[in-house]
């Protein structure tokens, strides 16, 4: 009898426990990340990280990507195990003016009434402002590009026109990155600094449409795109590059122009010839090159260590 008591008790104690937990307020997180799972989704970041969970990559390492080619950004890639992370075939606003920031990324489905519905009830108590289209916008800051998979969709596709990309610019001090169209092509030629890369433009706007995430991994063309990683954009095409590799890129690409420019250098002057640059460099040609370095300190953007490293390996 002893022996019921206590079994009836313990089973009376866990419903009552299972209860209590499914009645503790839970905070909505609609359809982003936590900050722990983003965290955990980049392990291997270990710098700074934005409130959200996002890997903040410096300015600064942002800003000398720009000068970085994307067949050196994809070789780093490759030999890092990322075969995933190109895509091409875009049209843009401006074919000659690049585009570098840290990805905030949107995704975006064919609208199913009951789901957009969810969606945003649950927006609108988490204090979100206007239509789904708005909600990533309005998170975006300063060194953020705008990153969206709007699968394509042409015809009643544009999920900005001018007036969002005004926005989008006046937050982020950048562009977007669309895989689908836009809209009001002329007014965004206007907006001085703004660049979009996207798969075409169309006169309407989004309809049957709906958001189902923001910052979440999502897949451009051929390439899977985590929140933070850095995006460089060039007319041959869009790369997204974990955070955790790109000073190390954007260090490597230095190094390599610096190298060019000095071959280049030598090769007008006639002191080298071409298979001797082109090959691997004797003792002599490398000690010029640190000499070269030497008188022209202002075009090295690279810490003295971070160079001297190289100079350490033999395979330059």
């Not at 008591?5 to 426990?17: G, P, R, V």
């Not at 291997?44 to 942002?62: I, Q, T």
């Not at 937050?171 to 600094?193: A, C």
């Not at 850095?230 to 007319?235: G, M």
Request: some cysteine; hydrophobic content about 40%.
């Amino acid at each position: 009898m002893q022996v019921n008591l206590t079994k009836n008790f313990f089973e009376a104690s866990f419903y009552l426990c299972c209860l209590h937990m499914l009645c503790i307020p839970v905070q909505a997180q609609l359809i982003e990340l936590t900050p722990q799972r983003m965290i955990e989704l980049t392990p291997l970041w270990e710098g700074e990280r934005f409130a959200d969970g996002r890997p903040k990559v410096p300015s600064d390492v942002l800003e000398r990507m720009k000068a970085i080619s994307l067949e050196q950004v994809w070789g780093t890639l490759r030999n890092n195990g990322y075969k995933n992370q190109f895509a091409g075939d875009w049209k843009m606003i401006h074919e000659n003016v690049p585009l570098v920031g840290r990805a905030l990324t949107a995704q975006y489905m064919p609208r199913r009434v009951a789901i957009r519905e969810v969606l945003e009830k649950e927006g609108v108590e988490e204090g979100r402002d206007g239509d789904m289209v708005s909600w990533p916008i309005a998170e975006l800051v300063e060194g953020d590009l705008y990153v969206a998979d709007s699968y394509g969709k042409v015809n009643e596709g544009p999920i900005i026109g001018d007036n969002l990309a005004t926005s989008i610019y006046a937050k982020s001090k950048n562009g977007v990155v669309f895989d689908g169209t836009l809209r009001d092509l002329e007014g965004m030629q206007d907006i001085e600094g703004f660049n979009a890369f996207v798969r075409g433009w169309h006169p309407s706007y989004q309809m049957e449409m709906m958001l189902t995430g923001i910052n979440v991994p999502i897949r451009i063309g051929d390439a899977t795109v985590v929140p933070g990683d850095v995006v460089l954009a060039k007319r041959e095409g869009v790369i997204f590059i974990p955070p955790h590799l790109a000073e190390e890129i954007v260090v490597k690409g230095e190094f390599i122009a610096l190298k060019d420019e000095f071959g280049h250098s030598r090769l007008r002057e006639g002191i080298y010839t071409s298979g001797e640059i082109d090959g691997r460099w004797k003792d002599e040609i490398r000690a010029d090159f640190i000499t070269w370095l030497d008188e022209n300190p202002d075009k090295i953007k690279m810490t003295r260590q971070q160079l001297d490293e190289f100079f350490q390996e033999r395979n330059w």
